[in-house]
């Protein structure tokens, strides 16, 4: 299965100074490793409009969209808000599952991200991570463990709905 990615870095800093991206390029790495596409790799400050505009402008060969930012708890984190308030369908045992392994991994502060994975009323999967290395490399591993299977149920509309055997 052909499966295309976007990464956007959603940061003022590093929209300003694209040296400083140590996570869209981590994330870039990553999903090449694993044998999928990257269509493009962009950079946006912590803006609605921005966000916004890049989730209405997602190319019609990519499945997927990464957000790195904007998961936390300052008024200038507002990425999942975007995401959220243009979604079809949140899928939250992702968020769920990522804060959980967070907590694990790195303690009491994962409980403030809000890190979530969203479906578009196009079909297109996007998550929402936070900017963090370690973070984003926990999220997307999670996403790259169930990537195919989503996509593949994102596209059925019709038939029978037969629960995948193992």
Known sequence: MAVVFKVVVVSD?????RSRDISGKKAVEIIVGKGYKVYELD?????????????MEVPDDVNVVVFLGG????P???TVDVIESMAWRKLPGFGETFRRIS???????????????YILSNGVIVVVLPGSPKAMEIG???LLGVIEHLI???????????????
Do not use: C, M, W
């Not at 998961?71 to 300052?74: Q, V």
């Open 13 to 17: 800093i590093v929209y300003q100074d």
């Open 43 to 55: 950079y946006i400050p912590n803006s609605f409009r921005d966000i916004a505009k890049k989730v």
């Open 71 to 74: 998961t936390g708890p300052s």
């Open 76 to 78: 200038r984190d507002i």
């Open 103 to 117: 907590y694990e991994a790195e303690g009491i502060k994962a409980i403030l991200s809000r890190a979530e994975l």
């Open 140 to 142: 997307l591993n999670l």
């Open 152 to 166: 593949e149920e994102v596209k059925r509309f019709e038939g029978i709905h037969r629960p995948p055997t193992s």
